[in-house]
């Protein structure tokens, strides 16, 4: 971990959060940076002095306060620095934290990317329900005249030359990076003279295309069409339109509904694995692994060895991770690891850095044919994912057949 409980922390911030942000973090942001995000959030903001905006203090004090751990703290940071809301800052055992205010309701909600994730992870009818929550209806004014006073009408002109030099607090809008090797070249190779030319390259179209992009998995030529269909009548670009082509487009070539937001766990090698297996819980270590949650049989597992075979969590992290090691990634029963379990303790092993050391000599002796197969991971994801690759083919067979006119505007034309 980059983080230490002992480690300063300074958070700073340059405007307050209103009732409307509130709101806004709650329902629309917290489905996609989870309780724990929403909660460091609020108490990072909670924390900020009123006159300076800021805090600092020292990294157990927030952990303390909100009852996290340690790496649930760096989970919880890292979706807030994804999604936008936090900027972080290190400079030895010192971090700096830069607080940003959440995007309006509307600004979310018909973004290319944010809104399209809200959708898939609260399904249609609760994401219906979201944008009529933040719709205002205004009052009719049909006859009546407008009497408002103009600022003349009250306050005569008093010149001053007071020094107004200074720094003022500006708003910060939160914005997703994304890294992408979209090729805006390779997009516009296709693209006829009458409806584009490089000048039109503008830095909010290269934001939107990579944006939309990344969020549907589409490359150049998926994305030169649903630019083309966004072509209103003037010749120009539809903002508005654009996302909902390019939704039609990833409909049309997946067959499904909506992308889904994944949290990306990476495979942690080399010094950092003993304390990586020792901070994170066997079913955290089995979705890393997999890239999904644990199957039911493979949580049978991990409770037999805690139960049957009284190891700590950080040993039965260590058997796994060097059982699929050593087989390539294929999960096997809970036999095969009782063997081992059993081994170990034959052997005296009671804690991660003897097994570890006891694993090194065993593979240090033994004369393997090969080298080892590095893509043990991918090859035990791939096994984990057969079932579910014939529910996604049944579901998508099923999708093809139907009219794609019927759904085109259940996210964006609500």
């Not at 995000?37 to 009123?50: A, S």
């Not at 209806?137 to 001053?160: C, L, W």
């Amino acid at each position: 971990m980059n983080i230490k409980v002992l480690d300063n922390v300074k958070i700073q911030s340059a405007m307050t959060l209103s009732s409307d942000d509130l709101s806004v973090l709650a329902l629309l942001y917290q489905p996609l940076i989870s309780s724990n995000g929403f909660t460091l959030y609020i108490t990072m903001f909670t924390l900020l002095g009123r006159e300076t905006l800021t805090y600092t203090g020292q990294v157990k004090h927030v952990l303390n306060i909100t009852n996290l751990t340690l790496k649930e703290f760096e989970d919880a940071k890292s979706k807030l620095e994804a999604i936008g809301l936090l900027n972080s800052y290190k400079k030895e055992n010192d971090h700096l934290y830069e607080m940003i205010q959440p995007l309006s309701a509307n600004e979310f909600i018909m973004d290319g990317s944010l809104g399209v994730y809200l959708f898939s992870e609260v399904g249609e009818d609760h994401f219906k329900q979201l944008s009529k929550q933040f719709k205002i209806t205004q009052p009719s004014k049909r006859g009546y005249e407008n009497v408002t006073k103009n600022f003349s009408d009250v306050f005569s002109s008093h010149i001053s030359y007071e020094d107004v030099n200074g720094k003022y607090r500006k708003r910060k809008n939160p914005l997703l990076h994304f890294e992408s090797e979209f090729n805006f070249d390779l997009f516009s190779e296709g693209l006829s003279k009458n409806f584009f030319n490089q000048s039109m390259l503008t830095d909010k179209l290269k934001d939107t295309l990579i944006k939309l992009a990344f969020t549907y998995g589409l490359d150049e030529a998926d994305m030169r069409d649903a630019y083309l269909r966004s072509i209103n009548s003037s010749g120009k670009l539809d903002y508005r339109t654009f996302p909902k082509e390019t939704r039609k487009q990833y409909q049309y070539k997946t067959g499904m509904e909506s992308p889904t937001l994944n949290v990306q766990m990476n495979e942690v090698k080399g010094e950092g694995l003993l304390n990586h297996l020792q901070t994170v819980t066997p079913q955290e270590l089995l979705q890393e692994l997999s890239g999904m949650p644990a199957a039911p049989t493979e949580l049978s597992i991990v409770y037999k060895l805690m139960n049957i075979n009284n190891m700590s969590p950080e040993m039965v992290n260590l058997l796994i991770y060097y059982v699929l090691k050593i087989n390539n990634g294929k999960m096997p029963g809970y036999t095969y690891f009782g063997k081992i379990a059993s081994e170990w303790g034959r052997n005296g092993l009671d804690n991660v850095e003897k097994a570890y050391q006891y694993i090194q000599r065993k593979q240090k002796a033994r004369t393997p044919k090969k080298k080892a197969n590095d893509t043990w991971v991918d090859e035990y994801r791939k096994a984990r994912r057969d079932k579910e690759k014939k529910d996604y083919e049944e579901a998508a067979n099923n999708l093809k057949d139907q009219d794609f006119e019927e759904i085109k505007n259940k996210f964006f034309d609500m």
